[in-house]
């Protein structure tokens, strides 16, 4: 198992609604657009973008990932408008484990749309079948409801919380974990 070398390989997807791709220095625009929202940072490790620099510095580690595999993330990018809306990714893995952490960030116009669920059900098909993982996982903040029910909307059980696992905005925070097994996966005729 080399994940990093298949994410070198990063292939797109396509639904009806969505084109998952790799993202590039032309979407800072839109991506800065949703990335300065402080209700799409708000649940996240990371503030609020001032400024485009600080959005284009996040693509520059992200591209520059891509070449090492060491990026995981994916463009959700709108097709009936061309635009980016969020970002669906792989944010933590193990190659000895074969196992991935989701993750996903969605401009507040998409939400409730069920575009990360769409988006994320691609990610997953692709770990469980072409990566042949065996464990998917997921975490959300304690308080973070719609991420939660986009995970169990994937299929992915509660597991447990993490008490004050992560410091995020000036206070320690709780962390709702979710998993998925291949066993899971394989035998749930949905997907």
């Not at 980016?84 to 893995?93: K, N, Q, R």
Request: glycine share 10%; proline share 2%; net charge negative.
């Amino acid at each position: 198992m080399d994940i990093e070398k298949h994410l070198k390989r990063m292939p797109e997807f396509e639904t009806e609604r969505i084109k998952l791709r790799k993202l590039a220095y032309s979407d800072v625009e839109d991506v800065f657009a949703f990335c300065s929202n402080p209700n799409v940072a708000g649940p996240m490790t990371w503030e609020a973008n001032r400024t485009k620099e600080e959005t284009n510095e996040f693509l520059r580690m992200v591209i520059t990932g891509y070449e090492k595999g060491g990026s995981g993330e994916w463009a959700i990018e709108w097709k009936e408008s061309g635009r980016v809306i969020g970002v669906a990714a792989f944010i933590d893995w193990s190659n000895k484990h074969k196992c991935v952490e989701l993750g996903y960030f969605l401009s507040e116009n998409y939400w409730g749309k069920g575009v990360a669920t769409e988006a994320l059900q691609e990610l997953v098909h692709y770990g469980f079948k072409d990566l042949e993982l065996n464990r998917i996982e997921g975490r959300s903040d304690t308080d973070n409801f719609g991420s939660q029910k986009v995970m169990k909307k994937l299929g992915m059980q509660h597991e447990g919380t993490l008490r004050k696992n992560e410091w995020i905005k000036g206070e320690f925070r709780d962390t709702e974990v979710y998993g998925m097994l291949a066993g899971d996966y394989d035998s749930n005729p949905d997907y």
